[in-house]
């Protein structure tokens, strides 16, 4: 940064109190502890000035939350919407931010001309073109990607996907490789929920899949728990720490992925006292676990939130409520991470 640059900077942030990367935000906490604290952002959040102001003090990473997925950056199969993604990526860098990329092969928010795939040969084709021409693009720019997505059913089986269909059961061997041979040097995850806790089927059968790609050689480095929890079911802690004990006996790292704690609407003391402590205990967590590379949160704002859609009756699951101010839950990340 030149010096006219760095005085306009220092300027802007004696007027804009929160955030500036190294304000009172949580990031400074975070880098002090070597903690990848991240958060998925929408595509206009970098260019609203509150958002940026909030984005950029508090975290150290940043995903798109929409914006890499399939039916959003290539629509159409001629077509790529890159702006928005190019625009992320630039903010990331303009702050010394890691990215993270979100996510190649899903089973939702596919265009109608990936759903359509029918043939292994085509399918393998489309697959590996998008890997390489995203991965390629931003290579050294995007640090981590979510290579896929669920694709363990609740029950614990093989998801049936369009992927699956048309590939065959080594379409992750596939995704992996392409992914690996894009970008050497980026971090390669395998993303789901409910797959937090050991002992739990869903749980189980994604630990027993990923051995076998890891036994197989298959490329993968870490795995990421979304943990969209409710605030009312406490964090098994125990079984949390085993699960993230075996993943790093493969040799492999655990990010928390989609962080948000979901609370039963009307947020009484009692269920905002319930979510503070499962905030607090996965950060606890994730501090003290050696393989936990991660945690990042799903949103931070009570205004724009995935959460009341998809929960009837739920709510209030972030961070910052929905006038842009603080949580408790906010206070109790700060308080530990400043221990
Ligand atoms: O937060 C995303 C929401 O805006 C989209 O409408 C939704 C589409 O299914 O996807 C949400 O993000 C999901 C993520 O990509 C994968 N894990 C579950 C997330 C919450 O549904």
Request: net charge negative.
């Amino acid at each position: 940064m030149n010096y006219a640059r760095s005085l306009i900077g220092i300027f802007a942030c004696s007027i804009v109190l929160a955030g500036c990367g190294n304000g009172s935000g949580l990031r400074k906490e975070a880098d002090r502890k070597g903690l990848v604290l991240g958060v998925a952002v929408q595509a206009g959040d970098v260019f609203d000035p509150k958002s940026i102001s909030l984005v950029k003090g508090d975290f150290n990473l940043m995903v798109p939350e929409n914006t890499m997925k399939w039916s959003v950056l290539r629509p159409i199969k001629d077509f790529w919407n890159w702006s928005d993604m190019d625009s992320m990526v630039a903010f990331a860098e303009r702050h010394n931010m890691r990215m993270k990329g979100h996510a190649f092969v899903w089973h939702q928010q596919n265009p109608p001309y990936v759903n359509a795939l029918k043939t292994r040969d085509a399918a393998i084709a489309l697959l590996t073109e998008q890997i390489t021409e995203v991965m390629t693009r931003y290579k050294g720019r995007i640090a981590e990607y979510d290579i896929a997505n669920e694709v363990i059913a609740d029950d614990g089986t093989l998801r049936e996907t369009v992927w699956l269909k048309a590939i065959g059961p080594d379409y992750l061997d596939i995704a992996f490789s392409a992914a690996r041979a894009a970008d050497p040097a980026a971090i390669l995850v395998l993303n789901d929920y409910s797959n937090e806790y050991e002992g739990e089927v869903k749980a189980d059968a994604f630990y027993e899949f990923v051995r076998d790609l890891k036994e197989r050689g298959v490329p993968i480095d870490a795995v990421g728990f979304q943990l969209h929890l409710e605030a009312k079911r406490p964090v098994d802690v125990k079984a949390l720490r085993s699960n993230i004990r075996r993943f790093g006996d493969l040799g492999l790292g655990v990010s928390f992925t989609e962080i948000d704690v979901r609370v039963q609407i009307p947020s009484t003391e009692e269920r905002v006292r319930e979510q503070d402590e499962v905030y607090g205990t996965l950060l606890d967590v994730a501090l003290t676990e050696p393989n936990v590379r991660g945690f990042i949160m799903w949103g931070y704002t009570d205004l724009r939130s995935w959460i009341p859609q998809f929960f009837s009756g739920y709510g209030y699951g972030h961070i910052y409520d929905r006038q842009m101010n603080r949580k408790s839950s906010y206070f109790v990340l700060k308080e530990r991470l400043a221990r």
